[in-house]
């Protein structure tokens, strides 16, 4: 009987912090496609004004995902083409959105996420967690979406439902998992 008192309190605490840990899981990988499935929390999105600098980028703006990965560095997702302000705003007031109302949410694109790390001098700070520097892993955004079906993708829109794609089926993700 003493023995079992001693070791009783092992599944309690598995339980208490087993499940409590946030996700970040590399759900699927074909050659330089990457789609992970990751917590909200653990997400950022941002525009950024390509024209700060100066130089000939005025009114264009990179939308970004950044994301906290298992080894606490940032990686990004990029929309490739340069958008206006209007529409990358946008954007970023449906992905926030789309963070809001999920606790899980899915995230595909173009690059390795499993390169090197390569601690950089970019911080990035996550609400919940603190402030993080970048890592040097990187990917063109195809798409972000939620439990709820709703999406942002690089060249289809946003909404809901998420549009088929064959290279991001992002309809058949396992949320549950």
């Known amino acids: 009987m003493q023995n079992f ?11 208490l912090f087993g499940c409590s840990s946030s996700q970040y899981r590399i759900h699927q990988r074909q050659g330089e496609r990457t789609g992970i499935i990751i917590s909200s929390d653990r997400v950022i999105v941002e525009c950024e ?7 000939d980028f005025k ?29 990358c705003f946008e954007k970023l007031r449906v992905t926030e959105k789309i963070l809001r109302s999920s606790k899980k949410v899915y995230i595909a694109g ?17 609400p919940k967690y ?3 520097h970048g ?11 939620g439990e ?20 991001f089926p992002a309809e058949t993700i396992p949320f549950s998992k």
């Open 130 to 132: 603190g402030n993080f």
């Open 135 to 145: 890592n040097g892993r990187s990917m063109y955004l195809g798409v972000i979406k």
């Open 5 to 15: 008192r001693k070791f009783s309190f092992i599944p309690f605490v598995f339980i």
């Open 59 to 87: 009114d264009r703006f990179a939308f970004f995902v950044h994301f906290l990965d298992e080894d606490k560095t940032v990686s990004s997702a990029f929309q490739s083409a340069q958008t206006s302000g209007a529409e």
């Open 49 to 55: 004004d390509q024209f700060a600098g100066g130089g």
């Open 110 to 126: 173009i690059g390795a996420l499993d390169e090197t790390r390569v601690v950089n001098q970019y911080q990035f700070n996550f």
């Open 148 to 167: 709820d079906g709703s999406c942002v993708t690089a060249s289809e829109g946003m909404g809901k439902p998420c549009p088929w794609d064959p290279i």
